[in-house]
């Protein structure tokens, strides 16, 4: 299995300010025939289940905010909230999809400062 | 509008079978795929297989192979993912996802709300 990583486990981010969390797969999740990334993104607040954000690592699901952004390739991605915001207290998984044994990371939690 | 609705929460005791249904409706169900996710109790959200509602073929994560069987009702837009021989460590939230390209490899767009399933004697 593909094993994610994400970092940090938990950060705290004054309103209005950037925040960004790291991912990390243990092998590449970059698919050479089409040249995506198998890579997506997820927001958990408590009680709910997971809402999709992104996916093929950059691209915004229908009706996310534009302060929520992904970026980077191969093994390497990066969840940016550009201006946080109260309502983004949550906690947030990558997922891949490269291999049909899907995996999700360990999660980072995201609470105000 | 679209959305998965699951069945309520269950109690068993080790060693019994749980069945989890899923209702979808506000799409064509037989069109996409359905995935199966668990979360436990402060753990990171576990795949645990998928159906082509089309034609029924089905994939479980190794983990599960041997005790969770995934069906579905094509005349009711309902998916189901029983769980046999359960231990205290299947505690968790299970979820129905919907794959958004309807594939194996796959990321969910929409979730059913979560059936909590506690094993405990």
């Known amino acids: 299995d593909i094993v994610m990583t994400q970092s940090p486990d938990s950060l705290a981010v004054s309103l209005g300010e950037r925040a960004t969390i790291n991912c990390k797969s243990s092998q590449s999740v970059l698919y050479s025939s089409n040249n995506k990334n198998y890579l997506a993104w997820y927001q958990q607040k408590p009680g709910q289940p997971p809402k999709l954000l992104i996916y093929w690592a950059s691209t915004r699901e229908s009706g996310v905010p534009d302060r929520f952004s992904g970026s980077g390739s191969g093994t390497d991605f990066t969840l940016t909230i550009s201006s946080l915001q109260a309502e983004d207290v949550a906690v947030y998984y990558c997922?891949?999809?490269?291999?049909?044994?899907?995996?999700f990371g360990g999660g980072t939690k995201v609470e105000i400062k | 509008q679209v959305q998965l609705v699951q069945s309520g929460a269950e109690v068993r005791k080790p060693g019994a079978s749980v069945k989890v249904s899923c209702k979808a409706s506000?799409?064509?169900?037989?069109?996409?795929?359905m995935h199966w996710v668990r979360q436990a109790p402060g753990q990171r959200l576990e795949w645990m297989g998928w159906?082509?509602?089309?034609?029924?073929?089905?994939k479980q994560s190794q983990k599960f192979q041997d005790r969770v069987t995934i069906t579905r009702d094509t005349s009711a837009s309902t998916a189901y993912m029983e769980v046999s021989s359960l231990r205290s460590e299947d505690t968790a939230v299970y979820y129905c996802a919907r794959g958004i390209f309807g594939v194996a490899r796959d990321a969910f767009d929409i979730w059913g709300q979560g059936t909590k399933v506690t094993v405990s004697s």
């Open positions: 506000g799409y064509t169900f037989t069109n996409y795929a």
């Open positions: 159906i082509n509602a089309g034609n029924g073929d089905t």
């Open positions: 997922q891949q999809y490269y291999n049909t044994s899907l995996t």
